[in-house]
């Protein structure tokens, strides 16, 4: 899967100020992303807020980016959810969009057998009409934390290319290069892409690409042509910028910048995710300044 690999934005899902997903910032936003060169868009995951969206918010999203970004880069929907069903809804709606792709977490808060996980990933796949799926590990949010065995199990199904790997173990990451030749397989902590793509990632999804897609090309331009050095320090650049997202929180600190880069109309994330403190402001808008003169 080629065309997968790469730079993804892990697109962010704007509001207007009643708090209704707003279709105009979101087309602007899309044309945003691609306008750094960034190979494809990473729709309605952890950073769209999708499990804090009603169904048909997220079957809105779907169309919005895909109307907005087709023919700009790829298209990955992600559709995971609590129950098979929502998810099986979710990946007909990609598929009927023409994605190229859809991803999903596992189904959380219940603790379900690896079995009955199993058989949640295979009727995403059975849903999804064609569409191959990647898997998306993300234990800190999830809660749930496979072991190389079960990833195995699960990589192992048919319709299953790939695996967004949102973890910050290195070792599993380099041990799926090493033991699935050919594997789609994708970093998911911005803060650590060199670490990801140097132990075999090969390429990555990120909330901050929605802001630095530029700094992340240049980095995997760097780690292509064998420069470590010179990638480190680009990626010490954004985790300066990383590191005070971090500290007023990720969701609504990016949006605060987009909104201070003109593309979107309000900071606001969806309750109960947090809007920002008071003290965030001055070093935001020095951030946003810093980029928006790149
Ligand atoms: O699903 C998604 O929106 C992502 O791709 C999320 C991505 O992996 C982000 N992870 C989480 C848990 O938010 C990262 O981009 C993350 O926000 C960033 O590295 C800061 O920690």
């Avoid at 704007?14 to 992303?33: I, K, N, W």
């Avoid at 959810?81 to 598929?95: D, F, G, K, V």
Wanted: aromatic share 6%; charged share 15%.
């Amino acid at each position: 899967p080629a065309r997968l690999a790469g730079l993804h934005a892990a697109l962010m899902t704007p509001y207007d100020a009643a708090g209704e997903v707003s279709e105009p910032c979101l087309r602007q936003l899309v044309a945003a992303v691609f306008n750094q060169g960034l190979d494809g868009l990473y729709v309605g995951g952890s950073t769209g807020e999708s499990l804090l969206l009603t169904t048909e918010e997220r079957q809105r999203v779907f169309r919005v980016a895909a109307e907005e970004g087709k023919g700009c880069g790829a298209l990955i929907g992600h559709v995971g959810a609590i129950s098979t069903r929502e998810a099986q809804i979710l990946a007909r709606s990609c598929a009927a969009l023409g994605y190229d792709a859809v991803s999903a977490i596992p189904p959380i808060y219940f603790q379900h057998s690896r079995a009955a996980i199993r058989d949640y990933y295979a009727a995403i796949v059975d849903a999804a009409e064609g569409l191959p799926l990647i898997l998306y590990n993300v234990p800190a949010m999830s809660g749930i934390r496979f072991t190389l065995a079960e990833l195995q199990d699960l990589l192992g199904l048919p319709g299953v290319v790939g695996i967004k790997q949102t973890t910050n173990d290195m070792y599993q990451m380099e041990q799926l290069h090493r033991g699935f030749p050919g594997l789609l397989l994708l970093n998911g902590f911005d803060e650590m892409l060199l670490a990801g793509l140097v132990s075999g990632a090969n390429g990555g999804i990120g909330s901050t690409y929605n802001v630095m897609g530029q700094r992340y090309r240049e980095l995997r331009r760097l780690v292509l042509a064998g420069d470590t050095a010179g990638a480190l320090a680009v990626q010490s650049r954004c985790n300066a910028v990383i590191d005070t997202l971090l500290a007023f929180g990720v969701f609504p600190a990016l949006k605060y910048l987009l909104f201070r880069l003109g593309i979107i109309r309000t900071p606001l994330c969806r309750a109960p995710m947090e809007s920002l403190t008071g003290g965030a402001i001055d070093r935001l808008d020095a951030i946003a300044a810093e980029l928006a003169g790149e």
